[in-house]
């Protein structure tokens, strides 16, 4: 039976189908592999009983997703009450990091480089090992604020509410993350010798 | 006044977030005319949304 065909009618298989995706969208959002596949467990088995409350407008995955995206707010929830990550991620370093790369009058020092298109590195491997490995480098706070904006696609009024912090806090800890990984990505090797679009 | 690349890279991030004033795009924009180097980053800006989307969907 292919999704495609499930698709309407959410089976148990069509939503099985369906775990890898949901595993790896819950992994990059939560960071712990035991919590990514608790709330994926809990996705299916809410998707599984609520299956006829699938309309079949959206696709499967877009209903299983917000399923997931519910299910990950809590386990957020949960872990910032069980175990409330104290104050910010190391502000200072984090501040001089981004300071170490510009000069004192504001310009790069070191010129960021030319990654090429995308498409060519997406279909690299590698790639994949080293932006999963840029991403679980970033510090735990800064991760959080980060994959909630790139990966869930909350809209930054959201993300603040949710966890509490100002707009303006909210910006720069998505910019720190952005130049962070930017760094890494550098750091390891995306530059290459490709000719330009 | 034209901001400066650490300024103007902050503007950037957050024009990823929110939308940006009518003075704010100005300034940026003349900068970007002037500086390869931001402009360089705003195309790695939107490589890594859009690796990292794609690193999500499996495609």
Redesign the interface.
Known sequence: MSPETCALTASPAAIEHER??LL??AR?QLRNPAQAEDAVQETLLAAIEGAARFSGKSSLRTWLTGILKHKIIDHLRRAAREQPLTGADDDRSEAEA?DA??AE????RE?????GN?DA??ENSR??AT??MC?QRLPERTARVFMM???MEMP?EEICKELNIT?TN??VM??RA??A??EC?ERSGLERPTPRM | MI?????T??LM??G???ALTLTERMRLNIHLLLCT??R??T???S?????????????
């Open positions: 890898a995706y790896r969208y990059l981004i790369l510009f009058d504001g310009h790069w010129f960021p480089a030319q990654w995308p590195a997406l790639f994949w932006i999963e991403t904006r790139e990966i930054t707009a909210c910006w998505l910019h952005r130049l990984l930017r990505l | 901001p400066n690349c650490k300024h890279t902050e991030s957050q990823q977030d929110r180097r931001c360089t980053f195309q790695q800006l490589f890594m949304r859009t690796a990292l989307r794609r690193y999500r969907d499996g495609a």
